[in-house]
């Protein structure tokens, strides 16, 4: 509003009244899809910062532990379909079975999960990461249901081959797996999504972060607008050069 009325005020006679207005800025607020504790936060209130420079790191011990894990059950799956010597017997299809019947348990378990988490989402109390999240666990129950359908079906057929397929079926889950485990890692350490400036940090070194809370917001480049209001009747005065 000040450099209106300095404009103003150099084009003529000065204006009887001024205009009233804001300034507003579209902020973007930076939250990492995982919770952890914060560990590094490079970056202050007021600082400039240029796109894809390092924001915050969440400690990820937990996320490289589930990625080690993951990695050590696709090394078993990829060895299960590299063994290809005998058939199933009796006793290891009901074993199968039974865990068919787990992992049905526990995809309806993720399907009703799913649901809650959707209705939260549409009343905006949790982030579309965390949705985002669920949506995949309940996609990966399913897919082990679906994985293990195909063992039992294939360990009823005497073709190697029909074996050898499941089995890969079963490793390309372990790599999904696996892919998911190393995006969560990833999700650990954010750099900004734009050229701009901090505007505010809202947690501390050592603080716990909750899944889906903002560390900081963001004012990038060109976000900022200005507002004013005049009465309708009011004529407008234009410089002349």
Excluded: N
Aim: aromatic content about 6%; overall charge neutral; proline content about 5%.
């Amino acid at each position: 509003m000040l450099l209106l009325g300095l404009a103003l005020a150099g084009c003529g006679p000065a204006p009887k009244s001024s205009w009233s207005g804001y300034v507003e800025g579209e902020y973007v607020y930076i939250a990492s899809p995982v919770g952890g504790t914060l560990d590094r936060l490079p970056v202050r209130r007021g600082d400039l910062v240029a796109l894809g420079a390092p924001l915050f790191t969440l400690d990820a011990e937990l996320e490289r532990a589930a990625r080690d894990e993951a990695r050590a059950r696709l090394t078993g799956a990829e060895a299960q379909a590299q063994d290809t010597t005998k058939g199933r017997r009796a006793d290891e299809i009901a074993v199968t079975q039974a865990q068919r019947a787990q992992a049905a348990a526990q995809a309806a378990l993720a399907q009703a999960e799913l649901t809650r988490q959707g209705e939260l989402y549409a009343t905006g109390f949790i982030s579309k990461a965390k949705l985002d999240d669920t949506r995949a666990s309940e996609a990966q129950a399913r897919a082990h249901v679906a994985e293990l359908d195909a063992a039992l079906a294939v360990a009823r057929l005497p073709a190697r081959k029909d074996e050898r397929v499941a089995a890969a079926a079963q490793a390309e889950a372990a790599r999904s797996a696996l892919r998911q485990s190393q995006w969560r890692e990833q999700q650990t350490a954010l750099s900004a999504p734009a050229t701009g400036q901090v505007a505010d940090t809202f947690f501390r070194i050592g603080e716990y972060v909750p899944a889906g809370q903002p560390v900081l917001s963001l004012l990038p480049d060109g976000q900022v607008k200005a507002r004013f209001y005049a009465a309708q009747s009011r004529s407008v005065h234009h410089c002349r050069p």
